[in-house]
């Protein structure tokens, strides 16, 4: 082999190492999981919604987050630090801004009222854990002005938030009935409100959670009525930036063992009385009593006890921001467990 070749194939080797080292497509997991970087910082960034009683809101009364959705970030942190407090909640009033503050890093999850698609799944550089609630987009109207279905809309005005799925759901269903109208676009869901209860919009769409959560803190949400159509289906659900499995794994396992905890029975009143009596192969899994599962997910042998110790199973954060006792009001319905003739479901944990 010549001298000359020798040198060819040497440069040739050096620029393949380039490459590799520069390539955007390096995984994840060669260059470190998120989870590391968030268990070295010990705290958890989450993006919430900061406008949406129930589902996520800031309470002016003590400054803090609560709602559906923060009890999902807190569920997070317990199964990370053994500590539901130990998170840094970042407000995203504006929709539009939710999957380019994930791709940049700002947040580590978002659980803020997002509905998974097709789109976002594959265009905005997100993955979606499972869904937390299984929604409906709708449109809410002034009782008084009779208005009950889509054609009742002609050239009228309906008012929404810019960068949400309600935007095409409105446009593709009017078509669908052939009527025109007028769709006007805002960036935060406070405008969209106000604007409706200024009289500048005959009627707001957006999911049918949301609307009935402005509802129930307007002073004139009394004369408000939210249609009984569904325009399209909308599941929610936490999302994290794509590329990073193993990060994903931790947001999807939080996910599910609020789950397996409601189908369970298991809560945060008789969590210590179970781990001392259970004999049920997958609870014992669960809660760290017997195999090593946790050891995969990078997680504490408690990660999952710590969750519902300090916020509760699925059924218990579900009545608490959202129930039939709540301003809210809203029945489990589809949010049920399987066994109940809902769409939740939790794959085994084993």
């Known amino acids: 082999m010549s001298v000359r070749f020798n040198k060819i194939f040497a440069l040739l080797a050096i620029l393949m190492l380039v490459t590799v080292a520069l390539s ?9 999981s998120l989870l590391d970087t968030v268990k070295a910082r010990g705290t958890l960034k989450c993006g919430v919604n900061p406008t949406v009683p129930g589902f996520g809101f800031l309470d002016s009364a003590d400054n803090t987050f609560k709602g559906f959705d923060p009890d999902f970030c807190r569920a997070l942190a317990a199964a990370l630090f053994g500590d539901p407090t130990k998170v840094e909640f970042i407000p995203i009033a504006a929709a539009a801004d939710r999957f380019p503050k994930l791709v940049a890093g700002e947040i580590d999850v978002l659980i803020r009222n997002t509905t998974f698609t097709a789109g976002r799944d594959t265009k905005e550089g997100a993955d979606f854990a499972p869904t937390t609630y299984y929604d409906a987009s709708t449109i809410m109207v002034r009782t008084a002005d009779g208005l009950t279905k889509l054609e009742d809309f002609k050239d009228l005005t309906i008012c929404v ?3 949400t799925t309600n935007e095409r759901a409105i446009s593709e269903a009017m078509a669908a009935v052939n009527t025109t109208f ?10 969209v409100y106000s604007s409706f209860s200024a009289n500048r919009c005959d009627a707001v769409t957006s999911d049918r959670s949301q609307l009935a959560g402005r509802r129930s803190i307007a002073a004139d949400g009394k004369d408000w009525t939210i249609l009984p159509m569904n325009l399209t289906k909308e599941p929610l659900g936490p999302a994290v930036k794509a590329g990073d499995s193993k990060w994903l794994d931790v947001v999807r396992w939080t996910v599910y063992a609020t789950f397996i905890f409601d189908e369970q029975g298991v809560t945060q009143a008789n969590v210590d009385d179970i781990v001392s009596s259970t004999t049920d192969p997958e609870l014992k899994r669960l809660l760290g009593l017997d195999g090593e599962l946790y050891k995969d997910l990078g997680l504490d042998a408690k990660w999952a006890y710590n969750i519902v110790k300090a916020v509760g199973n699925y059924g218990e954060i579900f009545d608490r921001n959202l129930g039939p006792s709540t301003p809210l009001g809203i029945e489990r319905g589809i949010n049920s467990q399987w066994t109940k003739g809902g769409l939740l479901y939790a794959p085994p944990y084993r």
């Open 24 to 32: 955007p497509t390096v995984s994840m997991a060669q260059s470190g």
């Open 161 to 163: 938030i810019k960068g």
């Open 182 to 191: 007028k769709l006007v676009s805002y960036d935060t869901a406070d405008e």
